[in-house]
């Protein structure tokens, strides 16, 4: 009988052991309802002090280029090829600034640099220097097309197939104007083209994602949008947002739009502003991203048509916090705006920011993008942004990573999953999202 009792004991530690672990890892799914462990990466982020009814559109496979149409209020896409189907409501930012020795004659964005923090005592405490590719990248994990180069024309093909399958039909491109780059990159405007000539054999959309840069105001955003509408807005992939009426018109994603003030937004994006766009050829589908909470009505008076969240650390902004997405839906709904939220399979991003583990968020086999997927379906919107395909620096990639270890680092992977895991849970979901949508628009 004793003997009996020590095994159940022993089975009852290991069993309260699994739960006690099993517990660690879902706590990384959903933060507390606070920010007292986030607030101190909010100061990541710079801060200062008549819409009409828009649907999404998608271009048939067998349409002639620039052509668009919509069918009724859906989503759909006949078979776009060997990826399968594809979804024009679901949208994916996507990056073309990084460069490999091969190429560029040296290392872009792999090599970035370790930003130190902003106190100068905290920022003592940690390395500071830059990476050395391609054993030490910027990044936490490691791409399994190696330390590549945006400009390689074969590594733009597998991005889109890659895409394709994961059924996302818009990928979000990360915009600069000709001459301007990040902090770390260098210019690639020039790359716009065959970005959208590859999207185009895939029968993938390419939407625009302005950048911050020095002296951007909306006067400076006037005009990247003309150049960007006279450039590139008659080819096959440039994606257009269709409203109920019919009305075809290009959308822009504005990165950092809080920077600006409502009232020099309102005379760009408002009829009676001084310089407005509306009723032009130039006329768009504006989205702006919310950070607090306070910026919804900022973007409601500049003129704006919508709002995305942009960040994958659930809890890190008001924006991205999950638990907050149905009351900033009812705002849009009310207000007749868009709201378009962003959801990601994790967040880490140490390998550049070493003193900013607070606001990791483990990815748990997948399941903590699931966690976030779902909290986007619940609130019905009618277009989802995925951060990121290729964001590396920050973790928030789906595209395929591989494991690797060197003589100084081992790099997360996706493992037991395969590489491809992130793409195959996007389709998934994207399947499950038209399919509830059919019923949404009944």
Not at 26 to 50: A, C, H, N, V, Y
Not at 180 to 192: I, S, W
Not at 210 to 222: L, S
């Amino acid at each position: 009988m004793a003997r009996f009792r020590r095994k159940a004991c022993i089975a009852l530690f290991f069993f309260t052991l699994f739960i006690f672990g099993t517990m660690m890892g879902l706590r990384t799914l959903k933060p507390s309802d606070g920010f007292s462990d986030l607030s101190p990466g909010f100061e990541l982020l710079p801060m200062i002090g008549g819409k009409m009814d828009r649907r999404s559109s998608p271009r048939d496979a067998t349409a002639s280029a620039g052509q668009t149409f919509q069918v009724g209020s859906k989503e759909v896409l006949p078979n776009s090829g060997s990826e399968g189907t594809i979804f024009y409501d679901v949208h994916i930012f996507y990056y073309t600034w990084y460069g490999n020795p091969h190429i560029d004659g040296k290392y872009i964005h792999w090599d970035h640099i370790l930003v130190p923090h902003w106190d100068p005592k905290i920022a003592s405490s940690y390395p500071r220097g830059r990476h050395m590719p391609p054993e030490d990248i910027g990044s936490s994990f490691y791409p399994e097309l190696n330390a590549y180069s945006s400009r390689d024309p074969d590594v733009l093909e597998s991005h889109m197939e890659q895409i394709g399958a994961s059924a996302a039909g818009v990928l979000i491109l990360s915009w600069y104007p000709p001459g301007l780059a990040d902090d770390n990159g260098e210019p690639v405007e020039d790359l716009v083209t065959a970005v959208l000539d590859a999207a185009y054999r895939h029968n993938l959309k390419v939407a625009f994602h302005i950048q911050p840069y020095r002296g951007r105001n909306d006067q400076t955003v006037h005009d990247n949008i003309k150049y960007i509408i006279d450039r590139y807005g008659d080819h096959g992939a440039f994606y257009k947002f269709i409203s109920n009426t019919g009305k075809s018109l290009p959308l822009f994603y504005i990165y950092d739009s809080y920077l600006t003030p409502p009232d020099s937004w309102s005379e760009f994006l408002t009829p009676t502003g001084a310089h407005s766009v509306r009723g032009s050829a130039y006329d768009s589908i504006f989205i702006a991203l919310i950070v607090e909470e306070r910026h919804k009505h900022d973007i409601l008076s500049g003129g704006f048509d919508g709002m995305y969240t942009y960040f994958a650390s659930n809890g890190f902004s008001f924006g991205s916090s999950h638990q907050n997405w149905k009351s900033i839906k009812a705002f849009c709904d009310g207000n007749n705006l868009l709201f378009v939220p962003s959801v990601g399979p994790g967040y880490i991003d140490t390998s550049i920011r070493p003193w900013n583990n607070h606001n990791t968020r483990n990815r748990v086999n997948g399941r903590y993008y699931e966690t976030a997927l779902q909290a986007a379906l619940s609130v019905r919107p009618e277009v989802v942004t995925i951060t990121s395909f290729n964001e590396w620096h920050e973790g928030t990639q789906i595209e395929r990573a591989m494991p690797k270890k060197t003589a100084t680092r081992v790099y997360l992977d996706y493992h037991p999953h395969e590489p491809g895991h992130y793409l195959e849970l996007t389709r998934r979901w994207a399947e499950q999202y038209n399919k509830e949508k059919e019923q949404w628009l009944v």
